[in-house]
Every structure is written in C-alpha cells, then in structure tokens.
C-alpha cells in the first residue's frame, strides 16, 4: 500500500494544496484576461503583511494566465529586475524574424526562420504581448528602486495605452504597495485593483484543514481540529506549518488520522519552526531601538496598545519614539490599530519577545 504523502507546504513561496479564501480574487482576474485589454482586474496591487500568502497569490495568477496562452515573467524587485524581464522574455521564442532559403548542391531546402532578440524592454513587452499575451509579476515591492518601478510601470502604461494584451500584479507589503501608487509618475497604478491579504476566517481554516487531510488519506479529529485552526490564528503561513506537523506526527505513528494528541505535538513543532524561520530572520532587522520599542510594547497589556504606553515602558515620550513606531509599521511588524495604538502584525511576536527579554534577564 503506498504511504500517503504529507500535503501541507510550509516553504515560502510555494503553493498550498488549497488556495483558502482567494477564490474572488482569481475568478475576477480570469474574467478580466477573457474580456480582453482594458478589463480593469488585468492590473492587480496585492499587499499584506508576511505569511499573509502573496507570492503564492502572485503564483496562482500566473498559473491562471499561463492556461490562457500567456507568457508569464515572475520576478522578485530586488536590484536589477528590469534587466531579469528582459532577459527572460529573450530567452523565450526570438524575435523580429528573418526568412532565408539555404540550399545544399543547389537543392532548396525551402525556407528557415531565423530571428534575434528584442534589446529594449518596451519592444520585448509588446512583442510577447502579441505573441499571446504576457503578464508580469512583481514580488516583495518594498526591494523595488523608484527608478526601475517607473521604468516598467512607463513601459505598461504606454503598452496599456496601446491596447497590447498584457496584466501586471505586484505585491509586498502595505506601506510599500501604497508609496508605489502615489509616485507622480505611476498615478495610473492607483487605478489598479488593490487586494488587501488579511487573516482568514476560523470557518476557511477549519474547513481547509480537513479537506486537504480527507483528499490526502487521513481524517482529522473534531478536536484535533479546532486545535489547529485556533493555533494557525488565521495565518496562511502557519497553516501550512501546524498541517504539516500534525501530520507528520500523526503518519510517524502510523495512525489513519490525526488526533488531539498529533495536533498539540504539531503545534508545538510549527511553533518552533515559526518563530525560526518568520520572526526570528524579521527581528534581525531592526534597529536596537526598534527592537526596545518591540520589547516594550511586547509588555503592555491588551491587543491594541497606545504608543504612550510603549513610550513610558521605554523611559522616553511620546515624540521621541514616534519614529520608532512609523519605521516598525513599514517594515510590516507592526500595524495601526486606531487613533494613536498599534497591534502586532505577526502573530506569536509577542510571546516571542517576552520570551526573549526573560532569557536576557
């Protein structure tokens, strides 16, 4: 009998079995490359904090386009992604033909097609984008230089202009996504439909997980999952980690489905995990100060907490820790939660934190 494999995915970037709560998302984008150039979902702003699943989303809407006839280029935007597009859409059929006729001892060996590469992104574009249509997607924004955000985005305004059959998706996190859009010269990006990846619902998760688990060859506890949709706290990250480990502990055991007791050792293993490869790497960084102002607010009760208390906690006023809190509410770690609070972005940080200055004490 052959061993049923763990379905869970907890890797950055790659894709779920189950896309949980993004079914609209790639219904409307579908849609918008069926309707043709000028459908607005064709250009798609997609903005969260870490784990929230924007690559994996990025990811989908290529798969989407590529079964259109699409020619899809993913790039992340750290230096140099302009030159990576071209690049890439060089390496795909060539372009600007040729025809010539070779013969041998005078026997024609009919005609031959020879062809040589766009050098200049806008021709490239367009050229793919007659070819079938071609769709860009740019990932973890916030890596993006101004000034190779406004030479592709000069470059799709002009192609969209045109009427060329072309799509753009970017994503990072909120702050990034929204100062892309305000830039002078890419106000047309406002117009670009903006998906915010928040938490998912309890009812989403619960049902996911036993879905996935069902169609890979396990059931899952009633408890067993209440368990792990409480500890995913609605995380699309840390779903795919308390899976995989619940599973793992439960196939170690050769158990046909997984139990309270799997989940909660689950839990506890996707916990580490967690706190190693999300909070950890995103700790590192931060400034020491920042890093105080996390410490600090880490200390206070209540979800949503005022910068006052933080400041107090810290020695210092308000003011002087204001900036703190703007840079930390960039970098996605933290979030607005109303007149003059904030809340943890990442869940878990706060335990993680707590944890941490005890171990400092």
């Known amino acids: 009998m052959m061993k049923a494999v763990n379905p869970f995915k907890p890797t950055a970037g790659m894709n779920p079995p189950e896309l949980i709560g ?17 459908a607005p979902d064709r250009l798609m702003r997609i903005s969260g904090v870490r784990g929230t ?47 010539i006729s070779p013969s041998i ?52 305004q002009l192609l969209i202009r045109q009427g060329a059959n072309v799509a753009f998706a970017f994503a990072g996190l909120p702050t990034s996504v929204d100062g892309v859009v305000v ?26 997980f036993e879905d996935t688990m069902r169609r890979a060859g396990k059931e899952l506890d009633k408890g067993a999952a209440e368990l792990l949709t409480k500890a995913s706290a609605g995380y699309p990250f840390m779903v795919q980690l308390v899976g995989y480990y619940a599973w793992q502990v439960a196939a170690r055991s050769g158990a046909e489905s997984v139990s309270e007791e799997a989940a909660r050792k689950g839990i506890q293993a996707a916990l580490d995990s967690f706190n190693a490869m999300v909070i950890a790497p995103a700790l590192r ?24 208390d933080i400041a107090k906690k810290m020695g210092l006023s308000a003011n002087k820790v204001g900036s703190y809190r703007k840079r930390l509410i960039d970098a996605g770690l933290i ?19 707590l944890e941490t200055v005890r171990e400092d004490k």
């Open 22 to 38: 993004r079914d609209t998302v790639l219904d409307d984008f579908a849609e918008a490359l069926e309707n043709g150039p000028g």
């Open 53 to 99: 699943g924007k690559t994996v989303l990025l990811n989908a809407l290529g798969d989407l386009a590529r079964k259109k006839g699409f020619e899809v280029v993913d790039v992340a935007s750290n230096a140099g992604f302009c030159n990576r597009i071209l690049e890439a859409l060089q390496r795909n059929v060539r372009l600007e033909s040729i025809s």
């Open 105 to 156: 001892l005078g026997v024609s060996l009919g005609s031959m097609e020879m062809s040589k590469s766009a050098s200049h992104l806008g021709e490239a574009m367009y050229d793919a984008a007659k070819r079938g249509g071609l769709l860009i997607t740019l990932d973890e924004i916030q890596d993006a230089s101004t000034e190779e955000m406004r030479e592709l985005g000069n470059e799709m």
């Open 183 to 208: 830039d002078d010269t890419l106000t047309f990006l406002q117009r670009a439909k903006h998906v915010e990846l928040t938490r998912l619902s309890d009812f989403e998760v619960g049902g996911s």
């Open 285 to 308: 960084r931060v400034s020491e100060r920042q890093f105080q102002y996390l410490a600090a607010m880490a200390q206070c009760e209540g979800v949503d907490i005022t910068n006052g």
């Open 335 to 353: 979030e607005p939660a109303g007149y003059g609070c904030v809340s943890f972005a990442i869940p878990y940080m706060r335990d993680y934190l």
